[in-house]
Nanobody
């Protein structure tokens, strides 16, 4: 069973950058599409970005498009989220998640939290104005 652990959260000023990483253990990392979701206080968990198991498909929420990038290194069992031009509205707990690669990598499918079976514990990102 894959276990996911996020790293890299913290406090940053608006306009700044932050890089989140997620490391997996206990399974075959390349068997999963990897996603990032976030949840702000009082709000539902929302999709941020996803990358397919083979790095051929990436997709971003409109709110982060052009500011965030996602990458993975299957040899190191790591997926990263590079966040730039951060805004106060990006403040949230960010979660790493995994969805089995046997299911097709489509935006419709991989933006829904219920389609991700594995989740990390989350890391707090706070953007000050």
């Amino acid at each position: 069973q894959v276990q996911l652990v996020e790293h890299g959260g913290g406090l940053v000023q608006a306009g700044g950058s932050l890089r989140l990483s997620c490391t997996s253990s206990g399974g075959t990392f390349s068997s999963y599409h990897m996603g990032w979701f976030r949840q702000a206080p009082g709000k539902e968990r929302e999709f941020v970005a996803v990358i397919s198991w083979n790095d051929l498909f990436t997709y971003f929420a409109d709110s982060v498009k052009g500011r965030f990038t996602i990458s993975r290194d299957n040899a190191k069992n790591t997926v990263s989220l590079q966040m730039s031009s951060l805004k106060p509205e990006d403040t949230a707990v960010y979660y790493c998640s995994a969805s089995p690669r046997l299911l097709p990598a489509t935006a419709q499918r991989l933006t829904v939290p219920d389609n991700f079976q594995l989740w990390g514990q989350g890391t707090q990102v706070t953007v000050s104005s």
